[in-house]
């Protein structure tokens, strides 16, 4: 009974467009989707949808994402765009978009529990694709995924509380 009350609520702000953010890939707490205005553009701060692969299906198998309502059963990601269609990203000590670093995105090899983690290769982002990244270190994003499908966006991220502990 505890969890359906503590389920309905969390369920209830999904459905309406808000999300509670429990991961350090941004500040925890309640944030809101808003409608998107105008087309993705590096910067923007956006809940994005997964696609529904074996990658993010073993990544959910690993803990790194958690249930939701988008497609595949997955909770949506809470990301930064970092590059658009027609960009070349490299991936080596770190993340370079058409020849410039990217802060904080160094590349690890292991995850926090030591298991093996494949960087992206790398190449130019396909149209209808963003890559996504995060500051936090530990972050899963597209450093590993890769691009991902444009058409999983679900909007512009806004805080409403948040809070870091």
Same mark, same amino acid.
């Given at each position: 009974?505890?969890?359906? $009350?503590?389920? /309905? ?12 953010? /429990? ?14 205005? !105008? ?5 923007? /701060? ?8 074996? +990658? =993010?299906?073993?990544? =959910?198998?690993?803990? %790194? ?14 990301? &930064? ?8 990203? &490299? +991936? ?17 090899? +292991? ?12 190449? +130019?982002?396909?149209?209808? %694709?963003? =890559? /996504? ?6 972050? %899963?994003?597209? !450093?590993? =995924?890769?691009?991902?499908? $444009?058409?999983?966006?679900?909007? %512009? ?9």
């Amino acid at each position: 009974m505890v969890v359906v $009350a503590g389920a /309905l609520p969390a369920m209830t702000c999904s459905v309406v467009g808000y999300r509670f953010n /429990l991961t350090a890939s941004a500040p925890r707490g309640l944030w809101r989707i808003e409608a998107m205005y !105008r087309s993705a553009a590096v910067g923007d /701060l956006v809940f994005i949808c997964p696609p529904d692969t074996a +990658t =993010f299906e073993n990544a =959910f198998g690993r803990g %790194y994402l958690g249930r939701g309502l988008c497609p595949g059963g997955l909770a949506p990601l809470l990301k &930064t765009i970092a590059a658009i269609p027609g960009q070349h990203v &490299t +991936t080596g000590k770190d993340v370079v978009i058409d020849g410039k670093h990217l802060a904080s995105s160094d590349i690890r090899h +292991t995850d926090g529990q030591g298991r093996a983690v494949v960087p992206f290769a790398g190449g +130019t982002i396909p149209q209808g %694709y963003l =890559f /996504l990244h995060s500051t936090t270190a530990n972050s %899963y994003d597209s !450093r590993y =995924f890769g691009p991902v499908p $444009a058409s999983g966006l679900l909007g %512009y991220a806004r805080p409403i509380i948040t809070f870091d502990f």
